[in-house]
């Protein structure tokens, strides 16, 4: 292989001695067939230009943006718009923001080209020398983002547009992308000299059994080859030659990049856990779906966390073997994981440590970039499937406005230069823990693991669950479990909470971070005859726990209930909207929602309605799920309205949440409404139950003792967290 010239002396080292911080938006406009999915338009972006000021108070100072080809120039006989990019990158100048500006991101171009034309490189260099006439004053850009990545799901997976499936489609798509990416800096430099060219690349790392460490060795050679061509470096001795004559690339188009050559001045790592694989010619011991083949072998491509007994590899082993090959100044260019919030944190965390650990070492890492700001849509099947499956970023979109998550104070402080102390960060994420094994462990005969064992679990301070005799407190602690959070529970026998000597020295002892309060009194007729034992565990107990957190700084979480409300409105209840109990156990959660928030403003006071899914008898969801499936007459009433909610939805809500640092009264539930009768309708529909035996009836003929409101829907002004109803019905009665 033949070297490539010097880079351009672009984006200086930081003077600290950590990388800097950037930011991104996911921006994917992807093709299938002739349809459009726009992440832009998803996320709501396109209509928020306050969006940049929320990057803003992160503290970034650096933002990869997108000036779209395939948005803001779709038809070459049309005058293009730019109105909004000219809003935005004015915008982002105003507020000291330099934009690294993108101009395809994961697209084939307007609808008049494509990956396999010639008219897609010589159109983007068109529209990039547009792009720096206008903007003369932006300095970084990103002609094509992640040019092989794209390439393999356009022209060898099939997945997006032109949906090719072979390796000459493949190779023809990616040989363009860098055509047009060497073009369009041309078209750049002649504006702006000193432009610099920022490439991205989703390097990812392959491993495999000895039958097929020939596949692996290949896909660990080809991962690098947009950079490579585009440094010039593929020449009759480079380890692809063979395969890119094979594969009907002309020699005179690879000789093009070696006499062109444009090398990254910044090279853009993106890893994802996702891209770590393992293959295994063993095909029964995995799913179908997993199951492909090269044409010379059959084999199962599956998740290497999920299988290699040692563990991934992860970010510190790709940053290395970049420096390692090329030597020039590189960054992560999107960190993002789709997973739950504590594992967001740590996936950022290990990239982070993994960052500063190879500057350490003299390797010149510029910076490390959160990806997905406003979070992303659909990734979970690579954007084929339009279900909008949304993943939470830095701010969360299911709020009216973009809500600032617990990576948002992560990012301002290491944007600060400080160090981020969250409780969760003294856990491994799940690709680091034992349970992250879906399938029998295999060591690896090709990839260069090293020693990167699971990690222990159990260091870090536990969440204290209360109430553990309780169907809600058991599914608290079984999310702990899967989230990696220790815990400790404690039934209302080992823990008196209503004694505050005793919660002072448990909170002191078990150093606790956090309390989620499910103790229950029961049920809510029992409590007309009984209203000084409910009060004193709904209402007192409650207090006395808000009062020893506040006092060592603990955070809280208790569960209130719509039963605070009359039921009097017609339309849903919201977070502001005065309470009125009719019942002594509505009163008691009333009095338990007054003393928390007055011993400790910054508790969170979870309302939530008909819980269904954790198996407490006493609760009226629970006996009617349970009646309906022994076939047995279920008398339901038409006249009571609720929020049915699913537990294991609620406690996951519940938990981001808690992470996230978020306080006051919050309604959470799988926002519908249904009677009681409606819900076990759509229970027996989707269990497959016989509805017949449902008897509708008047809350009046069940002769309950406490007066319950005919309406207690609950909305809320503070964001839509759960599913919908009738999918977490589904999910409830089909598990």
Not at 235 to 249: E, K, Q, S, T
Request: include cysteine.
């Amino acid at each position: 292989m033949t070297p490539g010239p010097p880079v351009r002396a672009q984006l200086a080292p930081s003077a600290l001695a950590v990388p800097e911080v950037w930011a991104g938006f996911e921006c994917t406009v992807r093709r299938a067939g002739d349809s459009y999915l726009d992440q832009i338009v998803l996320t709501g972006h396109e209509n928020r230009l306050d969006d940049l000021d929320l990057v803003a108070s992160l503290g970034v100072r650096t933002v990869r943006y997108p000036v779209l080809w395939t948005r803001t120039a779709p038809d070459p006989t049309k005058v293009s718009d730019w109105s909004w990019p000219d809003a935005r990158l004015g915008r982002l100048r105003e507020l000291g923001i330099e934009p690294i500006v993108g101009l395809v991101h994961h697209g084939s171009g307007p609808p008049h080209t494509s990956l396999l034309h010639d008219s897609f490189a010589d159109g983007l260099a068109h529209f990039a020398g547009e792009v720096a006439r206008r903007y003369d004053w932006v300095r970084h850009f990103t002609p094509v983002n992640e040019p092989l990545t794209t390439a393999r799901f356009s022209g060898l997976y099939g997945h997006w547009y032109p949906h090719g499936r072979d390796e000459t489609t493949f190779i023809r798509a990616l040989v363009i992308q860098c055509r047009a990416t060497v073009l369009a800096m041309r078209a750049i430099r002649a504006v702006t000299p000193d432009a610099a060219l920022i490439q991205t690349e989703d390097v990812g790392k392959v491993y495999a059994t000895p039958a097929l460490a020939y596949q692996a060795d290949f896909e660990n050679e080809r991962r690098w080859l947009s950079f490579d061509l585009l440094c010039g470096r593929v020449d009759r001795d480079h380890p692809l030659w063979g395969y890119l004559r094979w594969a009907g690339v002309p020699e005179r188009d690879v000789a093009w990049f070696a006499e062109n050559p444009c090398p990254p001045d910044v090279f853009g790592i993106n890893h994802y856990l996702s891209g770590e694989r393992f293959l295994d010619e063993r095909l029964e011991r995995y799913p179908e779906a997993a199951h492909g083949g090269n044409g010379r072998h059959r084999y199962a491509d599956v998740l290497a966390a999920r299988v290699c007994a040692a563990g991934p590899a992860g970010p510190a082993v790709i940053l290395r073997e970049a420096w390692a090959r090329y030597g020039r100044p590189i960054a992560v260019t999107e960190v993002h994981n789709g997973c739950t919030r504590e594992d967001q944190l740590r996936w950022l965390h290990e990239v982070w440590k993994a960052a500063v650990t190879l500057r350490s070492e003299g390797a010149d890492v510029r910076a490390v970039t959160v990806w997905s700001l406003l979070g992303a849509y659909d990734w979970n099947s690579l954007l084929t499937q339009e279900r909008g499956s949304y993943e939470t970023g830095v701010f969360d979109l299911a709020t009216p406005r973009p809500r600032p998550t617990a990576l948002a104070s992560m990012v301002r402080d290491l944007a600060a230069g400080r160090e981020h102390a969250h409780p969760v960060l003294a856990e491994p994420g799940w690709w680091r823990r034992p349970e992250r094994l879906w399938h029998e462990p295999s060591a690896v005969a090709t990839g260069g693991l090293g020693d990167v064992p699971s990690e222990r679990r159990g260091r870090g301070r536990p969440i204290l669950i209360t109430g553990g005799e309780r169907g809600l407190a058991r599914a608290v602690a079984r999310s702990c479990i899967a989230r990696g959070m220790p815990y400790r529970i404690f039934t209302s026998a080992e823990l008196d909470i209503t004694r505050p000597e005793e919660v002072t020295r448990l909170l002191g002892t078990t150093r606790a971070w956090a309390v989620v309060n499910a103790t229950s009194y029961g049920g809510v007729d029992d409590a007309e005859g009984d209203p000084d034992s409910c009060f004193r565990s709904e209402a007192e107990g409650p207090g006395v726990l808000a009062a020893a957190c506040a006092e060592r700084g603990t955070a809280f979480v208790t569960f209130s209930s719509g039963l605070v409300f009359d039921g009097a409105r017609i339309d849903p209840y919201l977070e502001r909207h005065p309470s009125a109990p009719l019942s002594v156990y509505g009163r008691a959660k009333a009095e338990a929602e007054r003393l928390v928030l007055m011993h400790l403003p910054a508790a969170l006071v979870v309302r939530t309605s008909f819980l269904f899914g954790h198996g407490d008898a006493a609760d009226p969801a629970t006996r009617a799920l349970r009646a309906l499936a022994r076939a047995e007459e279920v008398w339901a009433p038409t006249d009571l309205v609720v929020s049915p909610t699913f537990v294991a939805d609620l406690v996951e809500a519940t938990l981001d949440l808690l992470v996230d640092g978020e306080r006051g009264v919050w309604h959470l539930s799988n926002g519908g409404e249904a009677s009681w009768c409606e819900f076990a309708r759509l229970s027996a529909e989707h269990g497959g139950w016989d509805r017949a035996v449902i008897v509708p009836c008047l809350q009046a003929e069940l002769a309950f003792s406490a007066p319950r409101p005919r309406y207690s829907v609950l909305g809320s002004e503070r964001g839509a967290m759960l599913p919908p109803l009738d999918e977490a019905i589904r999910r409830c009665v089909r598990t």
